[in-house]
């Protein structure tokens, strides 16, 4: 499903129009890009759990030159699903 596929469907199963639910969509994400920021954490309600994770530097090579390099620290964004999303997960076949 791709980004107007979602709309649509949500302004189907609302009952409000495409521009509306791409109001809501975007006020969303700027929601949890904002929690994220500042509490480094987000859930999403039976689906799962986003956060901000911090990656320890860690050795690397240069896929050009085979050279050994450090790649350093950073932060990434990590998700862990929720009980009710591995167990649908299991079911599809």
């Known amino acids: 499903m791709n980004k107007q596929e979602l709309l649509s469907s949500i302004a189907s199963r609302a009952k409000v129009s495409k521009e ?3 109001n809501v969509l975007k006020f969303y994400e700027e929601i949890v890009l904002q929690e994220l920021e500042a509490n480094k954490e987000f859930v999403l309600l039976n689906l799962g759990k986003f956060k901000i994770a911090m990656r320890a530097e860690r050795s690397g090579m240069n896929p050009k030159t085979k050279e050994p390099i450090k790649i350093p620290a950073c932060n990434v964004p990590k998700f862990s699903p ?5 167990e649908m997960a299991s079911k599809v076949k």
């Open 20 to 22: 509306q639910a791409d």
């Open 82 to 86: 929720s009980k009710r999303l591995k």
